[in-house]
């Protein structure tokens, strides 16, 4: 499959196309410079085809989906994610479209920008400029230690009560607001959790389990916020590097974050229309703001 892309590459990669990459997915719109494009969450490049659309229009936009879940329900269970592994396989995708001496555009939010903080910082040689925007990467933050316990204490949640109890969790947290749970669960409440934690009576349906959510949750939110970013390397290659952060998050978690690693850096900081979600929320105008930053 690799070098079958990577023929295809030669041939000149055109718009519309799409291809499994190792076990994750791609897809190609437009033409121009190339520019990848991590989603947040889980990798499902859901919502996003409105920036894309617009984004193609200047960019050979490579949108990745780590884990393929664009593609239809994944087999078997899934484990915990780990950064490094997914910025190597979207350096190794990179490889696979990219003539020699050349490199990418990236951007990435959310999850995604911490792929992408990864990736600038592991592999310079094949990135031009990066743009992340609203990574959590909490642990540089004063009160890290508050903020893994919060994210700790969602895992937990979506543990023992499901994917609707640890999102409104998460959002308050995300938004620095007061939070008072609601009633457990009748069976997890009379059992301890111990039948959550056995794989019995849990709260969510089957429609909810294995969700982009449900894994991004259980799988990728936890290992993610406690990455160690390489904060020296991306030191040397601030000239490189954007942080960003939407305008309707000042005063919140994600943009206290952004906007402290543009300083610890030394990168550039630019707000991006709208909050976390920006890029669904107004996907031309964040797509316009996200090119002037490329």
């Known amino acids: 499959m690799l070098d079958r892309q990577h023929d295809e590459h030669h041939a000149g990669l055109h718009d519309g196309h799409h291809a499994r990459h190792h076990d ?8 121009g410079p190339l520019l990848l494009v991590i989603p947040g969450g889980a990798g499902h490049p859901m919502g996003l085809d409105g920036a894309v659309a617009r984004l193609s229009e200047r960019f050979t936009v490579v949108t990745y989906d780590p884990l393929g879940l664009s593609r239809g329900p994944l087999d078997g269970p899934v484990g915990d994610q780990r950064v490094e592994a997914w910025s190597d396989r979207a350096h190794r995708l990179l490889d696979s479209l990219l003539p020699d001496g050349e490199s990418a555009r990236v951007f990435g939010s959310s999850s995604g920008g911490i792929v992408a903080l990864d990736l600038l910082a592991r592999y310079p ?12 990467s909490i642990g540089v933050l004063p009160d890290s230690a508050r903020q893994h316990a919060m994210i700790t204490e969602v895992y937990e949640i979506h543990r023992t009560e499901g994917v609707a109890a640890a999102t409104a969790r998460l959002s308050a947290g995300l938004e620095d607001r007061s939070w008072e749970p609601g009633p457990r669960p009748a069976s997890t409440a009379a059992d301890g959790g111990e039948n959550t934690r056995s794989g019995h009576n ?14 991004f949750l259980g799988h990728v939110l936890r290992p993610f916020t406690s990455h160690a970013l390489d904060l020296d390397a991306l030191k040397g290659l601030s000239s490189r590097l ?11 978690l994600p943009f206290r974050t952004a906007s402290l690693l543009a300083e610890l850096s030394g990168s550039d900081f630019v707000e991006f229309p709208g909050g976390h979600l920006g890029v669904l929320q107004h996907p031309v105008a964040f797509a316009d703001r996200l090119a002037e930053a490329l």
Do not use: F, K, W
Not at 242 to 252: E, I, K, N, V, Y
């Open 125 to 136: 040689e094949r990135l031009r400029r990066v743009v992340a925007h609203e990574p959590p």
């Open 242 to 252: 954007t942080l960003g952060a939407g305008s309707d998050s000042r005063g919140q």
């Open 202 to 215: 849990m709260p969510d349906s089957r429609e909810t389990q294995n969700t982009p959510m449900d894994i």
């Open 24 to 31: 994750g997915h791609y897809d190609v719109r437009g033409s």
